[in-house]
């Protein structure tokens, strides 16, 4: 029962995540990685979010912990990495994170990344399960911070249409 409601809530937030996303990347294409040649949109740029955020929040004044997402500041989540000749595994390089550039493009970064590619229950890492749910939760608060930095109604969480 653990595990899927485990499962619930990574999917939910990755939802809220993709939804922010394409909100972020739909305001302005500043805030999208295109490519110069195809004009394709190849993801989000975390630096220059980042940089916008600095300019309304600096990083130093930021009052993180009544943010709900103070976790993002004080660790790092983990990197899915391969391994010499085969296989994956978990490990960390605890990193100083000390601007908004890096917050949002390691950490929240990262904890996207790995709920979207890493599957704990198939690549167990015990010591961090507890985390991972610190995470998911911090990653919501962190995603509803984002957006209503950029959006004064909840129009970009309206539900995904496919017409």
């Given at each position: ?25 739909n ?19 975390w630096d ?15 009052d ?8 993002f ?10 391994k ?14 000390w ?16 709920v ?6 198939q ?16 990653g919501?608060?962190?995603i ?7 959006s004064?109604?909840?129009s ?8």
């Open positions: 029962m653990r595990e899927a409601c485990l499962d619930e809530e990574i999917s939910k937030f990755m939802l809220l995540a993709a939804k922010l996303e394409f909100f972020l990347v305001l302005t294409q500043d805030f999208a990685h295109v490519d110069g040649e195809t004009r394709v949109v190849r993801g989000v740029n220059r979010i980042g940089q916008s955020l600095e300019g309304k929040h600096p990083f130093e004044e930021f993180f912990v009544g943010s709900g997402f103070q976790v500041k004080r660790t790092t989540p983990q990197l899915l990495v391969a010499d000749g085969s296989g994956l595994k978990w490990d960390s390089d605890e990193i100083e994170v601007s908004w550039q890096v917050l949002l493009g390691r950490s929240y970064a990262q904890l996207r990344n790995n979207a590619h890493g599957n704990k229950a690549l167990s890492a015990p010591f961090t399960h507890d985390r991972t749910r610190e995470f998911l939760e911090a919501h608060h962190l509803h911070f984002i957006a209503g930095e950029y004064s109604d909840e970009w969480s309206y539900a995904i249409q496919f017409s």
